[in-house]
């Protein structure tokens, strides 16, 4: 492994070549110019309403969105679908215990349902959660539980131009501001890996140790969401030296040792199509939390899942460590990203884990905010070359480090995420290109307003209308 990752960063062109063979094809259609014009707009403008079918190149999401791996499809057929302790639960169980260093293991459907679980049982009213970015379900559910979700990443996340090796990290002084202030209403602190609200950025391992410091002064918990720990384990192998010659899985095993428990939606870095879990360090919040599992998700031993989806993740979880499909991942990931800044696009730089997250103002420097740029990107990008893409508009809550008093930020964001093991080099530049071709065609767009919006996961049902 030490030979391999060596040759891979001798190289930078070796680890463009995919570490893998195609097997399976899925056959994907560009529906034509005049049909995407209708889809789009009979979507309301908002591309995740169109059916998939009409989508050539689909970078909305990298969550359960990949490709599984011979040994997954393989795996399911050892599937032992008793209702009580199969065989499948007791593997998954030994492979996270190991991947994780917690002793109690909670599987469910996905991340989302142990978000639910662990919030129903920690967040009270007024209750406030700190974090250095929530990830939407996870804002979602502190707010369903009238807690208040308060964001303590770093402000250069804000700043597209300006590089920073680890834009995901907390930052302390606000932290720490945040904990004299409120820790008695804090039932939490919150570290997510990479942090995908924050363009997919990681966190060092000297920013966790600053967190667990903190939270052991105060005398809070802290949990971990981590969907893409292994991402977050590769930068900090890649970036602090202290970690350069460290294999993936004990740079993993530090970071859970400085919390006390985790969630994660195995459908990111796990690479399944369905799954997640929860692992805890403490017995008696395990045991409630189990209990709760029965009502909403099924016995501790499948979580609503059968148990080859347990097979799947068992061998996911293993394969998300590998170093040359992690080089692979976060090398392609850095092309595309490179690529769209060649066209005069400002990229947060430098790219994260799962996608290149872009300034869509910087394409649209005649629309105003209220005009919303990002929409225009989103629409365009369907529009020129049937790419769906993500992206955010939403209010957080952080600290302001002169009166530490909660302020809101908006904060806008596109992204371009890149699913595992489904993309090629050549998927890659027919994306390049249009957004180059977008970059072109951007005077011409009028902007967008809102036309509906929900108050609950408004940017899953929002509506828009072009303007002009």
Request: hydrophobic share 40%; proline share 4%.
């Amino acid at each position: 492994m030490e030979d391999s990752r060596l040759a891979v960063e001798r190289h930078d062109w070796a680890a463009l070549a995919e570490p893998y063979r195609i097997k399976v094809t899925e056959r994907i259609r560009l529906p034509d110019r005049a049909e995407r014009e209708a889809l789009l707009a009979a979507a309301d403008y908002l591309s995740i309403r169109i059916d998939a079918a009409d989508v050539f190149i689909d970078l909305t999401t990298d969550s359960g969105t990949g490709a599984m791996s011979d040994n997954q499809w393989a795996a399911l057929l050892r599937g032992d679908e008793s209702y009580f302790g199969s065989r499948s639960y007791l593997r998954f169980e030994a492979v996270s215990r190991e991947v994780t260093g917690y002793p109690h293991i909670i599987p469910t459907h996905q991340g989302r349902a142990a978000e639910k679980i662990l919030t129903e049982l920690l967040v009270r009213p007024g209750d406030i959660v700190l974090g250095n970015t929530h990830f939407d379900t996870t804002r979602g559910h502190i707010l369903h539980r009238q807690g208040v979700p308060v964001d303590c990443v770093g402000d250069l996340v804000w700043d597209f131009s300006t590089p920073g090796d680890f834009k995901g990290n907390f930052d302390l002084k606000k932290l720490e501001l945040a904990l004299e202030r409120h820790h008695t209403r804090v039932p939490f602190i919150l570290i997510t890996v990479v942090n995908n609200m924050a363009c997919s950025a990681p966190v060092s391992m000297e920013n966790i140790r600053g967190v667990k410091k903190l939270a052991d002064q105060y005398g809070v918990m802290v949990l971990f969401d981590a969907c893409r720990v292994a991402e977050n384990a590769y930068f900090i192998q890649q970036r602090e030296p202290e970690f350069a010659d460290a294999a993936i899985s004990d740079i993993v095993l530090e970071m859970f040792s400085y919390g006390d428990g985790c969630w994660v939606s195995a459908k990111k870095d796990a690479n399944v199509n369905i799954g997640g879990f929860f692992a805890l360090r403490d017995e008696v919040l395990a045991t409630r939390a189990k209990e709760l599992l029965v009502l909403h998700e099924g016995y501790p031993t499948y979580g609503g899942l059968a148990g080859r989806d347990l097979e799947a993740m068992a061998v996911g979880l293993h394969e998300a460590m590998d170093q040359e499909y992690l080089a692979h991942r976060i090398r392609q990931t850095a092309y595309l990203g490179k690529r769209i800044a060649e066209a005069d696009v400002t990229v947060s730089m430098p790219t994260g884990g799962s996608g290149v997250f872009i300034d869509a103002a910087s394409i649209y420097p005649h629309l105003s905010a209220e005009q919303l740029p990002a929409v225009a990107f989103a629409a365009d990008m369907y529009l020129e070359g049937g790419i769906r893409i993500g992206g955010s508009l939403f209010t957080l809550k952080t600290i302001d480090v002169e009166s530490g008093e909660i302020v809101e930020r908006p904060f806008a964001l596109s992204r371009l995420a890149i699913p595992r093991r489904t993309y090629t080099q050549g998927h890659l530049e027919y994306v390049a290109n249009v957004v180059a071709e977008v970059k072109r065609k951007a005077p011409g767009n009028k902007g967008y307003r809102i036309t509906y919006l929900p108050e609950t996961m408004g940017h899953f049902f929002i509506r828009f209308a072009p303007l002009g």
